[in-house]
């Protein structure tokens, strides 16, 4: 049991004595290239229940926001109408 405590008690001062062996890793963050983003503004619609309730279940199907929904939606929407209107 002494022999313990003396293996133990000496643990301490080997560790504050010799510095680490290993080297520490250094991080660098990778620069990244930010999108000009464009203005927005709100937009607030009231909507039937169940069509909310259809776009929640996609958006957690495909991992979107509602946001993206509404926005692909009506980009959707309005291309579909210039084209006819042409």
């Known amino acids: 049991m002494t022999d313990y405590k003396n ?16 080297p520490i890793q250094e991080v660098h963050p ?21 069509l909310l309730k ?10 979107t926001s509602l946001k993206d929904i509404s926005i692909d939606a009506l980009k959707f929407f309005l291309d579909a109408k210039l084209k006819q209107s042409t």
């Open 7 to 22: 293996k133990l008690g000496g643990l301490a001062d080997k560790l504050k004595k010799n510095a680490p062996k290993m």
């Open 30 to 50: 990778i620069r990244q290239t930010i999108a000009p983003k464009e203005n927005e503004a709100q937009l607030n619609v009231w909507i039937p229940k169940s």
């Open 54 to 63: 259809r776009m929640k279940s996609y958006g957690v199907e495909h991992d």
